[in-house]
């Protein structure tokens, strides 16, 4: 019969599940400790364990341990709480015009010398990032080991693509900001799904080699289940810390939709800039545009509301891993996110010493609401050009010649009295004529 564990305030309810039900197993777990980490660490080997990292960023170690030695590792006075090391995955289920970021690239902002790392399945060598110069600047794997750049899911390449492709093969599928650097971060495997232990690890790698790459932003079009406060959520902790640091973290809301209280983690954190999906019908104007429905909706666990803004995120073209020159179509807010992530490295092009508050603040005082509930949508779809303060150039084809002399402006004709009125003009010519 398994073993019961009473309730223990310093471990994660799922953990305890787990415990009960599988006691001779080895447990993945995060442990937050309030020292240094090195008692925690010894500890843990004591009972049997093995560190699989050292997480400065929110004072933790990732470690395998038995789940008869937890309840008995919790008594320790260093161990504050001890998290279930759970699965994350990515967030899937004409988007640069609909926000207006062709005008902004027209203007020059287009991103470069910033980097935006892809916290992600990885990336690969498509041409619309190394051509005509190779713009993926780092790359790190912690699923494989392997130095080169890869990926054997294509859900980072599709990211990268939105956030900062150039568009080198098809002008039409251009990114957000198309000359930024890419730093890409492999933690999430082939089938799109990871361990939160190696986000928290790629997470801490971004911050700590963040000013060797000029890195401004990260994007994390990723999530699970938010089970735990955000206070109490690793993941969660984590983009606070890396927003304290200096980092702009945009992560997508999750696909689990309509329902309310769908945000996963890491998008609970309010440090983060949460972002949740539209339907832009493939039109240029917001008039037509809708929350999708698989979209992660609020209240988050702790009440607050999210998302903080949304982005087109369904049939989104970019770059595949299939070539280095095709293309593919997705949905999810996993391609809402990086729309957001790109506004917000034109932010930092326009403006180097801006806060990741202040990126913050402007993408959500520009958006413009598109639905009644804050819970669906946040303060609705972002506006880059808005954003980022440029005015909109108008279009030299669609100018009128000017009139040498002010006239009153003529009353357009509606739809159906134009058709009506040709009909009727060919008919009476039948009549006459014929």
């Known amino acids: 019969m398994p073993m019961r564990y009473t309730t223990n305030r310093f471990i994660d309810p799922v953990v305890a599940t787990k415990m009960s039900a599988e006691p001779n197993k080895m447990l993945s777990v995060i442990v937050h400790s309030s020292d240094a980490c090195t008692h925690v660490h010894q500890c843990i080997e004591s009972l049997g364990g093995k560190v699989k990292y050292v997480l400065p960023l929110i004072g933790a170690v990732a470690a395998e341990i038995p789940a008869s030695q937890i309840e008995r590792l919790s008594l320790e006075h260093e161990v504050e709480y001890i998290n279930h090391d759970s699965n994350v995955f990515k967030c ?14 027209e203007s020059g902002y287009t991103g470069k010398g910033i980097g935006v790392a892809v916290i992600d399945t990885g990336v690969i060598n498509h041409d619309d990032f190394v051509r005509p110069t190779n713009r993926i600047v780092a790359f790190k794997d912690f699923v494989n080991g392997r130095a080169n750049p890869y990926d054997d899911d294509g859900h980072g390449t599709h990211v990268a693509g939105i956030i900062a492709g150039n568009g080198f093969i098809k002008e039409d599928y251009k990114g957000i900001a198309p000359e930024a650097s890419i730093i890409g971060v492999k933690v999430l495997d082939e089938n799109g799904s990871g361990k939160t232990s190696d986000i ?21 079009s990723l999530g699970s289940p938010a089970e735990n406060p955000y206070n109490k959520d690793p993941l969660a902790r984590a983009v606070s810390a890396a927003v304290q640091q200096g980092l702009t973290v945009v992560v997508a809301a999750g696909n689990s939709g309509p329902e309310r209280r769908t945000i996963t983690s890491p998008g609970i954190s309010p440090s983060a800039i949460t972002v949740g999906a539209t339907d832009d019908n493939r039109t240029v104007t917001l008039e037509d545009d809708f929350i999708a429905k698989f979209s992660g909706r609020g209240p988050t666990i702790d009440g607050n509301v999210k998302p903080d803004v949304v982005a087109p995120g369904v049939d ?17 807010t ?3 996110a990086p729309i957001v992530a790109g506004a917000a490295v034109l932010l930092y092009q326009k403006y180097p010493n801006i806060s990741p508050a202040e990126v913050k603040s402007r993408l959500v005082q520009s958006a413009i609401p598109i639905d009644r509930s804050p819970y669906n949508q946040g303060a609705g779809c972002i506006r880059i050009r808005q954003a980022i303060g440029v005015e909109k150039k108008e279009n030299p084809q669609q100018q009128q010649p000017q009139s040498p002399t002010p006239h009153p402006r003529q009353r357009q ?11 009727m003009f060919m008919l009476l010519q039948l009549i006459f004529f014929i």
């Not at 899937?92 to 690239?105: I, K, Q, R």
């Not at 989104?316 to 999810?332: H, N």
Request: aromatic share 16%; with cysteine.
């Open 92 to 105: 899937m289920d004409v988007a640069s015009l609909a926000v207006e970021s062709d005008y902004v690239n």
């Open 200 to 220: 928290l690890a790629g997470l801490q790698w971004v911050i700590d080699t963040k000013d060797m790459y000029n890195t401004k932003v990260v994007c994390m």
């Open 316 to 332: 989104i073209m970019s770059c595949s891993y299939k070539s280095p020159t095709s293309y593919v179509a997705y949905s999810g």
């Open 334 to 336: 996993s391609m809402a």
């Open 413 to 423: 004709l509606p739809y159906w009295w134009r058709f009506w009125g040709r009909g």
